[in-house]
């Protein structure tokens, strides 16, 4: 199947709603207090889990914030352009990753510490 813009753009749509779902419930799940128990490994795990879960909602709210921003580059008509470079990003690209940011050329230069060269 080729890739379309339009599908695209409706499986941001599909992620940006789980993802929102997801925050959801971690939220509630962060209110959930340690110390309450009777003993101290109860509550060494209690504070775990709630580091875990905070490591996570993080997560989920940069994945959300990506996500959120490849829809505004829809609006704003630039959807699929390199942030780094203002190239076309590779369509497979798009299609693997609809909220990708960058090519994989400046993505990997990104990822190595700039080690490599961009040719455009």
């Known amino acids: 199947m080729p890739f379309s813009y339009q599908r695209a753009k ?6 940006q709603a789980k993802l929102e779902e997801q925050l959801q419930q971690l939220e509630v799940a962060e209110y959930e207090s340690v110390g309450y128990s009777n003993h101290m490994a109860d509550d060494g795990t209690d ?13 989920v ?11 505004a580059k ?7 352009i390199c942030e780094a470079c203002g190239a076309r990003i590779d369509r497979a690209r798009l299609e693997v990753l609809p909220q990708a ?5 400046c993505q990997e ?12």
């Open 61 to 71: 709210e940069a994945s959300l914030e990506e996500v959120e921003r490849a829809l």
């Open 74 to 80: 829809f609006d704003n008509g630039i959807y699929g």
């Open 109 to 120: 230069r990104h990822e190595h510490g700039g080690t490599r060269t961009v040719s455009h």
């Open 47 to 59: 504070a775990f889990d709630q580091a875990v879960g905070m490591a996570l909602k993080h997560k």
């Open 10 to 15: 409706r499986e941001l749509l599909e992620e």
């Open 101 to 105: 940011m960058c090519c994989l050329d």
